[in-house]
T-cell receptor
Framework: GAVVSQHPSWVICKSGTSVKIECRSL??????MFWYRQFPKQSLMLMAT?????????EQGVEKDKFLINHASLTLSTLTVTSAHPEDSSFYIC?????????????FGNGTRLTVT | AQSVTQLGSHVSVSEGALVLLRCNYS??????LFWYVQYPNQGLQLLLK??????LVKGINGFEAEFKKSETSFHLTKPSAHMSDAAEYFC??????????FGTGTSLTVIP
C-alpha cells in the first residue's frame, strides 16, 4: 500500500533554533500534501496545504513565516519551524494525496514529536 | 462547510463487549466519511471509508460503520472489543478538494 514517510519521528531542539521536518511519499507521487498539528489529547488541526511547485496555502491563524513549507518535488514536502519556542512543541503529521488516485483516502505519515526546550 | 462531532471523548468497554463510537457530521455536499485510528505517538491508520454505494461499510480489524443520511451519522461499531483496540479514534469528513475535517477524537479503553 501507499506509504508516507515522515522524518524525524521525534526531535528536541533549543528555543530559537529551526527544525525541518520531511514528508515523503515512498511509492506514489503527491501533488498535494497537508500538514497538521496535534496537541495532546486533541484532534488534528490543519495548518497548511502544500502543492508541488507552488506556494502553500495556510489556514487562518497559522504564521506562514514561522512555519515554512516547501514542496519542491512530487514526493517531498518539508515543514520548517523557524525560531522555535516552547509553545511550538507539538505532534506534527503530514498526509499526501496520490496524484494518480486523487479520490483515494489520504495517506498519513507517522508524525513528528517536536519538543522545544 | 464541513464539520464533525464525536460524542464522548472517552469510551470504556469490557473486553468482548460491543464497541460503539458516535460520529455526526454536517456537510453542504455529499460527504466522504472516514474513521481513522491512532496509536500513541503514531500517525493515523485508515479503518474504513464511505464514498458512495452501500451504506454499511466494513473495515479492518472487525470494525464497521453505517452511513445514515437522515441522521447525518456515521457511527463506528465492533461486535466484540479486543485489548488491542485501545486507541484514539477519529471520524473525518472530506470535501471534493480532499480537505479533511476531523472530529475531536474518542479515546477507547478496553477493560480486561
Amino acid at each position: 500500500g501507499a506509504v508516507v514517510s515522515q522524518h524525524p519521528s521525534w526531535v528536541i531542539c533549543k528555543s530559537g533554533t529551526s527544525v525541518k521536518i520531511e514528508c515523503r511519499s515512498l511509492d506514489f507521487q503527491a501533488t498535494t500534501m497537508f500538514w497538521y498539528r496535534q496537541f495532546p489529547k486533541q484532534s488534528l488541526m490543519l495548518m497548511a496545504t502544500s502543492n508541488e511547485g507552488s506556494k502553500a496555502t495556510y489556514e487562518q491563524g497559522v504564521e506562514k513565516d514561522k512555519f515554512l513549507i516547501n514542496h519542491a518535488s512530487l514526493t517531498l514536502s518539508t515543514l520548517t519551524v523557524t525560531s522555535a519556542h516552547p509553545e511550538d512543541s507539538s505532534f506534527y503529521i503530514c498526509s499526501a494525496v496520490d496524484r494518480v488516485r486523487p479520490d483515494s483516502p489520504l495517506h498519513f505519515g507517522n508524525g513528528t514529536r517536536l519538543t522545544v526546550t | 462547510a464541513q464539520s464533525v462531532t464525536q460524542l464522548g471523548s472517552h469510551v470504556s468497554v469490557s473486553e468482548g463487549a460491543l464497541v460503539l463510537l458516535r460520529c455526526n457530521y454536517s456537510s453542504s455536499v455529499p460527504p466522504y466519511l472516514f474513521w481513522y485510528v491512532q496509536y500513541p505517538n503514531q500517525g493515523l491508520q485508515l479503518l474504513l471509508k464511505y464514498t458512495t454505494g452501500a451504506t454499511l461499510v466494513k473495515g479492518i480489524n472487525g470494525f464497521e460503520a453505517e452511513f445514515k443520511k437522515s441522521e447525518t451519522s456515521f457511527h463506528l461499531t465492533k461486535p466484540s472489543a479486543h485489548m488491542s483496540d485501545a486507541a484514539e479514534y477519529f471520524c473525518a469528513v472530506s470535501d471534493p478538494g480532499n480537505q479533511f475535517y476531523f472530529g475531536t477524537g474518542t479515546s477507547l479503553t478496553v477493560i480486561p
